[in-house]
């Protein structure tokens, strides 16, 4: 990496002034909507709006060029239409921008007049010492700087994920999802047709990068597959690398070519890059979250033994399936361990692993259990399931009551619940003390919103919760085998 | 089947009047639990509360005994320990009762003791002409009687699924999933430990039941496969049955032996009898919901063609990449329809299939998309991504806002929630007019609920919705499979 690509990026994501170029009051005009969501989200640096047609948003009167602002903009966003780009690009050079964002469609997505449009106006770029994000994105949000540079309303979550993306509606469903679901993003950018900065430009950025502790790239195909190939084994070693890669199929790649240009290039070549270079495959759009977050949140296991709690026996069944398939080891309980257990649970209890709490009443007894096991020389992690959220499978109405039978019912509630949040408290810390991962799945079983079963307030910034077995497993498989990955190399 | 097994569980899922026998005021007991999920959800018979030391709940005085009601009841749900349950089959027998639920653990899944205890307790059931559901059961449902006899609190959606699990805890918790989704059951009933009724009594009566449409099995092990794989496929000529099989692992089948005493059998002879029989196989819990619901809602295919309308291209290449995973067809835009729908999109679409919106805000657009896919003779179904709730993905905040400005972001708002209502519709419409599945993915943009972007009021009952485009497709390959295989047998 030159050390213009470093400016570059640098500047992409921590940018002291940025001028969106093509600015309107227009409600449904991308320049106003990318502003107003700049605006909303407090960017930290200077912003400023260009159109030379004059006008004003928010208060803020709009410069008639980039040049008339009088300061050193370090990053422009254009808003324009893609015909109009390259023109724009002396007066952003005037006022020293380092990176343009384009994030117009037209290029060279589109037919080869749009390919003839952009390769022109990478050259002027070029001429300029001006590097190009896109065009064809949607644009990037960089947490640092509380700056969401974005087409779409949504609002990213800050975290610790720094996620590249081939495609700007896939990318930033994935911020929304993480919103919604308490993953949050150090970085993101959209990468679009790559005329100029790439992949491996941002994924050498992120590497380096202090905010971020997990890498997520969503890719239809790379251009320089090579130079991938160079950089990404070394940084994987130190970051993980989470990978989807779509356009795996005949229909796939087709689909590919007129979304993002991209060269999907075949399965069995992104398959042994992928392994040659130690990334970490999502193999389905929620494992791309699921991994990523499990990966900032959770510590590695020492191997690949799992101990399961159940609050019911079905599930347990399930999840034993899950983690064998999933080349994980559902050793039997040790001799102490069952005897300490028995003297928790009720005689009829499963006496083995997966450890079914027998639709176990009194939370205390979840929370014993789920030390013994964590703390049991005998498992590397712990998959809990169903007792994250007890709260919601006892939740009796107390509407529906009056006098001291309401009471009695409120005050149920509100020990269920306490002791639930006791439980999920007690799963963060047993991670950190134990050193070992607990993944949890929740299980509402009333027909109420998830959201509404109190693990809100859980320490979500320290839990993986997940919706089903199947998820959960699969978290458990890959952390197991980033472990084991990292022990063979050494690192 | 003989005719006592025809009138049994016809008496078990068509109770004309039922009782509680173990009935308590006790707020932690299952003998006030169970009947209070009973009257809370209406049921449509004559409750009768029973209990020796007498006391009351809700008003109901509790009776001596069954015989003391005084009527013939039809159904006996036993809520005491396990040693007491043969005790009081004299009394069931004595008022008449055709069947018996038990709900105790504590029998052969837990200890030879408890095998002894539920082989004594079957067979004064049988001298009493009495049959037995369970034991070790969390209950029944049945949708026509309101009646919810089931120890968690779920409240079940009334509809179409009869579910047969042999899980209580992961069979309540698919009734709660459904009636989070809007997925409906008519029927439910967890086997427990069939030390009577089995697997195939219920499976024959689903088969029989109008209110049934497709029928849902959670199996660990059938008791008797020989007798299911000579019923199945006979039944699922005329009725779809979804079957989930657990316990395919070694540490599966450990945990299932302590939890249902299930032999599971070996994963083989399982997917041969499941081919042989024309069952589904759901392959994650999800699929259990997903497959049914799609069962009940969706009409089956003509052929394996699809056509996929995405609101983004990297959605697009998502979808189009599993389709063809799964087996299906991501045919070519016949020219004529490339044109019409070249009409309607902005000059840089995809100009292909998947059918890339390109962001389209003009929703009305996607309508007439939508429908020249469904109508277009070269395609089989239709995946549509990103419009269904399109309304989130706009949504801007009027409350940031003020005067002018808050009432044009209102209308907008109105307006896309009016246009996406009217997608919804379409596509309901549209599977009538054509007879041609449609599957829709909904993707929330804003760190929002769900539930909160407008689609509760969608046609829920006609509608397929998912949450991500891979189980979209597993639908649809779903749909196009049992189609083949209805072809294939000349129905």
Same sequence: chains 1, 2.
């Avoid at 803020?60 to 602002?69: E, L, R």
């Avoid at 050079?93 to 117009?104: F, L, M, P, Q, R």
């Avoid at 495609?167 to 970085?187: A, P, V």
Wanted: aromatic share 8%; net charge negative.
């Amino acid at each position: 990496m030159s050390n213009r690509d470093v400016d570059a990026v640098e500047a992409l994501f921590n940018p002291r002034r940025m001028a969106v170029i093509g600015a309107s009051s227009h409600l449904a005009k991308w320049g106003r909507i990318v502003p107003s969501n700049i605006m909303r989200d407090g960017y930290k640096g200077e912003l400023y709006l260009v159109n030379p047609r004059g006008g004003e948003l928010n208060g803020m009167t709009f410069y008639p060029s980039a040049a008339a602002i009088g300061k050193e903009i370090d990053l422009a966003m254009v808003t324009i239409p893609a015909e109009n780009v390259e023109g724009v690009l002396e007066d952003c050079a005037a006022a020293g921008t380092k990176v343009v964002i384009a994030i117009s469609g037209g290029f060279s997505e589109s037919s080869p007049e749009g390919r003839a449009l952009e390769e022109s106006m990478v050259a002027k770029a070029r001429s300029y010492g001006i590097r190009v994000v896109g065009p064809n994105t949607m644009g990037i949000y960089s947490a640092p700087w509380s700056l969401t540079a974005l087409m779409p309303p949504v609002r990213p979550r800050p975290g610790h994920v720094a996620f590249a993306a081939q495609s700007g509606n896939l990318g930033t469903q994935m911020l929304g999802w993480g919103s919604f679901r308490g993953i949050g993003f150090s970085r993101f950018v959209c990468i679009g047709n790559e005329c100029d900065l790439e992949f491996a430009d941002y994924l050498e950025y992120f590497a380096r990068d202090e905010s971020t502790r997990v890498i997520l790239l969503y890719v239809e195909g790379f251009k320089r597959p090579r130079r991938i190939l160079e950089i990404a084994e070394e940084i994987s070693l130190s970051k993980p690398i989470v990978i989807y890669k779509a356009a795996g199929t005949g229909a796939g790649s087709r689909a590919a070519a007129s979304h993002s240009a991209a060269m999907a290039g075949t399965r069995e070549v992104y398959a042994g890059m992928i392994r040659q270079t130690g990334m970490i495959r999502a193999e389905t759009t929620e494992e791309m979250l699921d991994f990523s977050d499990a990966l900032v949140k959770l510590p590695l296991p020492r191997g690949r033994r799992v101990a399961i709690l159940s609050w019911g026996g079905g599930w347990g069944v399930v999840a034993a399936d899950l983690c064998e398939q999933d080349g994980l080891e559902v050793g039997p309980l040790p001799d102490g361990l069952r005897n300490e257990i028995g003297e928790i649970l009720p005689s009829y209890w499963s006496k083995g692993n997966p450890v079914d709490l027998v639709g176990q009443l009194n939370m205390d007894n979840h929370t014993r259990c789920l030390e013994l096991l964590t703390r049991s020389p005998e498992y590397d992690m712990v998959f809990s399931l169903g007792t994250i959220n007890a709260a919601s499978a006892f939740s009796l109405k107390s509407e529906d009551r009056d006098g001291t039978e309401k009471s009695a019912v409120d005050a149920q509630r509100a020990y269920v619940r306490d002791r639930s949040m006791h439980f999920a408290q007690r799963v963060a810390e047993l991670m950190q003390e134990e050193d070992k991962p607990i993944v949890a799945v929740k299980m509402p079983q009333q027909d109420s919103d998830v959201s509404a079963d109190g693990t809100d307030a859980y320490p979500q910034d320290r839990l993986c919760i997940h919706a089903n077995p199947e998820r959960a497993a699969r978290v458990l498989a890959m952390l197991a085998d980033r472990a084991g990955y990292l022990r063979s190399r050494g690192a």
